[in-house]
């Protein structure tokens, strides 16, 4: 079992910036692919980035590319979100997710554990 932590979420003004992070148990973190999901009130759980093992491959979402950049810390179990240049439109839940298999995931049901979410507000 993996149990996933997500902190760092807020409100922040049109263009600002915030880095989410997400803290998981268990010893065998380094071999997870890691994914970030966003949900807003009435839409689907969406795709917003994935990083595989080792950090070897990254994926976003177009409606994220060239603002978001997600890393990970295989010594702190833990995997981040930066995202800058925010636009209202990014306002919503987002989920950190961790799958045990290898390769990227852009879905929800790739994924076999969730933390439970932190708000992001965009908005002046």
């Known amino acids: 079992q993996v149990q996933l932590v997500e902190s760092g979420g807020g409100l922040v003004q049109p263009g600002g910036s915030l880095r989410l992070s997400c803290a998981a148990s268990?010893?065998?973190?380094?071999?997870?692919?890691m994914g970030w999901f966003r949900q807003s009130p009435g839409k689907e759980r969406e795709f917003v980035a994935a990083?595989?093992?080792?950090?070897?491959?990254?994926y976003y979402a177009d409606s994220v590319k060239g603002r978001f950049t997600i890393s990970r810390d295989d010594a702190k179990n833990t995997v981040y979100l930066q995202m800058n240049s925010l636009k209202p439109e990014d306002t919503a839940v987002y989920y950190c997710?961790?799958?045990?298999?290898?390769?990227?995931?852009?879905?929800?049901?790739?994924?076999?554990?969730w933390g439970q979410g932190t708000q992001v507000t965009v908005s002046s």
């Open positions: 268990g010893r065998t973190f380094s071999t997870y692919t």
């Open positions: 990083i595989t093992r080792s950090g070897s491959t990254l």
């Open positions: 997710a961790a799958t045990p298999q290898y390769g990227l995931r852009l879905t929800p049901i790739g994924y076999n554990y």
